[in-house]
């Protein structure tokens, strides 16, 4: 069975460049949920989508945005980046039932380490 | 201060070591998770955790809600080992994730 795969693994940017991040979960999940990761922060959660619709938001600017098509397959965009949105960002997916408490065990994917310039 | 907190930041520990990492929580939780995180940053999920106790193969995890605390245990430690450990927990009726600032394990031969 095909893990989670992110999309490109490595890119430069450089600031006010936009950047799309892709994500293809493991077959069958509908739960695909993004993070960011620094040295300074660690790890923080951006968003998740469950079925084309995002069904939670972190604390981060409207730079950020993603959507989920209909095969699960989801993508993340930083418009204007900054140097500070450098970091590795990582998506998960998950057999979501209905509440995490029942099937909520996450899949990584090996992240796209984003370098802006 | 952070609603997840974990201890310690850093553990080095010779091949054949009992492993303890604790996290503590501040906030109603859902679940637990605990990942590995290797260099290169690719994360696992070892455990998901609502209550109780898990086993799987050398590593047990606990958690006790009334007290707000989670214990990630490594028998018979392992270099392999060598990772980061994260506690995540999933606050209560939001799904958000909120994770905790990780263990950096060192496991010598």
């Known amino acids: 069975k095909a893990g989670v795969t992110q999309t490109p693994r490595y890119l430069i940017k450089t600031r006010g460049q936009q950047v799309t991040l892709s994500c293809s979960p493991i077959s069958g999940h509908r739960s695909v949920s993004w993070y960011q990761q620094t040295p300074g922060q660690g790890l923080q959660f951006l968003f998740e989508y469950f079925s084309e619709t995002q069904r939670n938001k972190g604390n981060f600017p409207g730079r950020f945005s993603g959507r989920q098509f209909s095969n699960s397959r989801s993508e993340m965009n930083v418009s204007t980046l900054e140097l500070g949105d450098s970091a590795l960002y990582l998506c998960?997916?998950?057999?979501?039932?209905?509440?995490?408490?029942?099937?909520?065990?996450?899949?990584f994917g090996e992240g796209s380490r984003l370098t802006v310039l | 201060k952070n609603e997840v907190e974990q201890s310690p930041q850093n553990l080095t520990a010779q091949e054949g070591e009992f492993i303890t990492i604790n996290c503590s929580y501040s906030v109603g939780i859902s679940a637990l998770h605990w990942l590995q995180q290797h260099p290169g940053g690719g994360i696992v999920s070892l455990f998901m955790?609502?209550?109780g106790k898990k086993k799987h193969g050398r590593l047990i995890a606990t958690i006790n809600i009334q007290e707000k605390h989670s214990s990630l245990h490594i028998t018979a430690s392992h270099p392999r080992d060598s990772a980061v450990y994260i506690c995540?927990?999933?606050?209560?009726?939001?799904?958000?994730?909120?994770f905790g600032t990780g263990t950096r394990l060192q496991v010598f031969p």
């Open positions: 955790l609502s209550s």
């Open positions: 998960a997916s998950s057999l979501w039932s209905g509440t995490y408490a029942n099937t909520g065990e996450l899949f």
């Open positions: 995540a927990v999933l606050r209560g009726n939001t799904d958000k994730l909120i």
